[in-house]
Structure formats: C-alpha cells, structure tokens
C-alpha cells in the first residue's frame, strides 16, 4: 500500500498544526513553516493535545513518532516531501499563492492537499506547472482524532492522484471519501452551513437559545448521526418497508413553509453579541484548551464504543479505528520471545475515558480486558498472529480468575507482567499481575489457563512446531520461579 513518507505542511494553525499532529503519530517527519510569530506555541500545544488523545485511543504500537522541524520559507519546507499539506487562512487570491509557490518547488511527483473548507480546486490549481497532482483534502477538526478527509479534484486533477491520496491516508488511520464532482463547500460544509444558518434564525427570533440548541442536537439525532448518519437512520425509522416509505411518510413535509434556509440572517452587532454572550454563558466556565481536552475524551469514548459494537467487527468511525490498528498491529516490529527468569512485561495500557465508571474508576471488566490483551501480547510474541489463526490454529481462555485489589482512575497509566506456571505447550497456564507504572500498586491479578485448538477440527490439539519453539523456552525459564502469591486461590479464599 502507498505510505506518506515525508510531509509538509503550510500554515500551523487549528488545522495546519493538527495536520502535522496526524503525521507525526504516524510515525512521519514534518517540515512545517508559518510565519506566525507563536507557531511553535501552537503547534506544541495541539500536539500535546494529540498525544494525549492518541494515548487514549488505542493500545496498538504506535510507530516512533515522526520529527517537527520549522522551516524558513516554502520552498524549504517542501523539500522531500510527498504529502504537501497547505492550511493558510481561507482567502482564494493567498492560498492560489501559496500553492503555486508549492508547486514550483516541491518533487513533482509530491501530493498536493489543500485544507479549503470551500474553495473550488479548479481556482487554486489555475497557476500550477502540475495541476494534475493538486487536490483539496477537508479534514474535520480535530484533525488528529476525526478521521474523515472529503477527496475534491479539479478539472486537471486526475482520478489516480485521488485514488492515490485515499490509499496513503489509510496507512494514518484516516478515511478519504472522493467527492464526485467539484461544488464550493463540498459535501460536509454544505450540510453543517444549512444546520448552522437555520440556527442563527432560531438565536434571532428568540424561539430558542445557544445552549437549547445544542441540547437538541447532542441529545437526540447528534448520537444517531454520530454511528449512521443521516440516510441510514431514516432508513429504520421507515420501518420494514424502508426508506421508500420514510419519503412518502415525511417527503410531504418538505414543501411547508417551515424553514428559513434560503435567506440568509443578517449578522447584525446586536446578533452577534447574543449569540457569543450565550454561548459564554452556555460554556465560558471552561477554557478553550480545556473544552478540547473534553471533546477529545468524548471522541475517543464514541470510536472505543463503536469499535467493540456489531458483534465486535465494529461500526462507523470504530469500524475505521479497528481496521487501522490491524495495521499498526502487522507494521509493527516483530518481537522477540526472549527467555528470562523474570516475569514478562507484556503491555501498557492508559485508561481512557471509556473505561471509567460512575464512581470515576476503571470499570471491573475492563480489569479483565486488561489480561486479555495481555494474554494477546503473549501470544503475539510466540508467533499466534493473525496469519496463524486464519490457518485454523488458536489459544482459547478456559478459565480465569480476577481479583481486585485496588483502583484505577482516568488517565493511570498501566502495566501488565506475567508469569508461565507450569504449562505443556497445549495447556498454557499463567499468573499475571496489573500495576500502575506511576508507583507501581499493584491493582489486580489474574490466574489464566489456554488451551491449543485446532479451530477446524473443533478440539485440543498441540500447537505448531514453530509456536512451540518459541514458546517453550519461556516455560522453561519460569519453571525455577516460586509460585505467586494468590495462584490457586479461589473466589472468597482467605490469605493463609
């Protein structure tokens, strides 16, 4: 699959900068260059929010991070790249500009993106020595954790530079959707401008305010959106018959005089400072850095959600999520079964906010999630990949004992070590302990028993000569080991 090796991008603000925070957790360098004054500020600040999110996101290796480096001048800054992103602000004759000053000095062969929330590509590639490689790439904001980039070609874009771009956003978790044909605002802006100007009418003629409005949404059909949106949801409120039925229920409705969205509201002084002086009021308690702390939790909290439902081939942007870290998963450096006389560390893991109860503590099944992937860690280290399972040979848990020792809380970072008790290759028999990296409180602990099967035969059998290899010289060394404390235990036991 195509991968970005080396990008750039132009203009560090809200969405230049968090650009650059994609890349770089991709494991990608980044030239950067934005005259700002405070662009190093900024682009610190988002990536610190980014790394902070992605640490919330997924367990998955990540690549090691890609390098910032600010540059002096475009022309720099391109420089061996082949992801170019351009993020200045949203003026034709400027950004026309900085695209061609792009393009006579990057490797022809180098992509070329523009974050235009509405500027036609057509306009922005006129001046270009090769309009064919150019191309708008609207992303949503964060654009570390939102994963959609809308894909819009101009007349001289080709369809493989498109198709190109799609594949290597792939490798960075994102998911590229092409845009047909060329229309100012696309497709996402288009539907967020009709939403945002029925709003403001609503804000003026005083039937609701700011955070009313936002009640409606984020309480009713923003959920459904967020996991099906808009046509499929109306799909199932047709009922069996479909959405063929929905239209003939409710197309009639569209002809009533209801809303205002082909005039636009005039954003009068006296607008204006209603809708900020309730919107700091809806929200001004927190600040702006602190309100994207918040959303970035909830983000990762709906793609955790969606990635564990559908029987756990995951849905929507979870789906995308899952799928993405089956690739960090098989890019990541093979490991090595190393026989020591040490328990293994297998895993670190940092709760995110998903995994929080009503009393603010990690719920108890994730406690149990923490040893399965743990015990996955395993697993992976003595060669049951996936490839091996789709041979027909897997470990299936039997039986597991948890205890409960102490507490975690949002945002703990922890750790996962095991112990091999006495095992045959076939019976894998384990202790595992979880602890808090911070102090090293030991929080829970796990007695674990696999069993080797042959998934097409349906029965126990011993594993694969290649398992066993590197599987057993582990066995071997923790033979020696005294047995843990609270191995054997059963539920209620008392210490003896």
């Known amino acids: 699959m195509s991968k970005i090796t080396k990008a750039a991008c132009i203009g560090g603000g809200v969405i230049g900068g968090a650009w650059a925070a994609r890349f770089i957790l991709g494991g990608i360098d980044v030239n950067m260059y934005d005259p700002h004054p405070e662009a190093e500020r900024i682009v610190g600040e988002l990536m610190a929010n980014a790394e902070r999110a992605y640490a919330m996101l997924t367990m998955a290796p990540l690549p090691p991070k890609g390098k910032l ?40 062969k180098a992509l070329i993106g523009s974050s235009t929330s509405g500027l036609m590509p057509t306009d922005l590639q006129r001046d270009m020595k090769y309009p064919e490689r150019m191309f708008v790439a609207h992303p949503y904001n964060p654009v570390y954790l939102l994963p959609l980039a809308e894909l819009v070609g101009g007349q001289k874009t080709t369809r493989a530079t498109l198709d190109d771009a799609k594949a290597r ?54 959920m459904r959106w967020a996991q099906m949106g808009m046509f499929e949801t109306y799909r199932i409120a047709g009922g069996e018959a479909g959405m063929r039925h929905f239209i003939a229920q409710f197309g009639p409705c569209l002809s009533w005089p209801w809303t205002k969205l082909t005039d636009v509201v005039d954003l009068t002084e006296e607008l204006v400072d209603k809708i900020a002086n309730q919107s700091d009021a809806q929200s001004g308690a927190y600040g702006i850095r602190e309100l994207e702390r918040i959303r970035d939790e909830n983000l990762v909290g709906i ?55 009503y009393n603010n503590h990690m719920t108890e099944y994730r406690y149990t999630q923490c040893f399965a992937d743990g015990s996955d860690a395993l697993l992976r280290l003595i060669g049951v990949d996936m490839e091996y399972v789709a041979d027909g040979h897997s470990y299936y848990t039997v039986e597991s004992h948890v205890r409960l020792l102490d507490e975690a809380k949002l945002g703990d970072n922890l750790v996962v070590t095991m ?41 126990s059998v011993p594993p694969l000569p290649s398992v066993l290899e590197k599987l057993q010289p582990l066995i071997d060394a923790h033979a020696g080991l005294p047995l843990p404390e609270g191995a054997g235990r059963h539920v209620g036991q008392k210490r003896g």
């Open 169 to 222: 956003l792939a490798t960075i978790g994102m998911k590229g959707v092409i845009i047909n044909k060329e229309i100012e605002a696309f497709v996402g802006d288009r539907l967020l401008e009709a939403v945002w100007r029925e709003g403001l009418w609503l804000i003026k003629d005083d039937i609701c305010d700011t955070e009313t409005l936002d009640d409606v949404i984020r309480y009713s059909f923003g």
């Open 419 to 459: 112990q091999i008790l006495p095992s045959d290759g076939k019976k894998v028999h384990s202790f595992m302990w979880l602890r808090r990296a911070s102090d090293g409180a030991l929080l829970s602990t796990c007695e674990h028993l696999m069993l080797h099967v042959s998934s097409k035969e349906g029965k």
């Open 303 to 357: 793609m955790q959600t969606l990635k564990g439902s559908n029987g756990g081939r995951g849905w929507g942007a979870g789906k995308l999520l899952a799928e993405f870290e089956s690739h960090l998963w098989a890019n990541a450096p093979k490991p090595e079964a190393k026989a020591g006389k040490d328990p293994l560390n297998l895993l670190e893991i940092k709760v995110n906010p998903s995994w929080v109860d």
């Open 69 to 108: 480096t600010f540059s002096k001048s475009i022309e720099e800054a391109v420089q061996g790249a082949d992801w170019i992103q351009e993020s200045v602000p949203e003026r034709l004759e400027l950004k026309r500009g900085v695209i061609t000053q792009i393009d006579a000095s990057a490797d022809p």
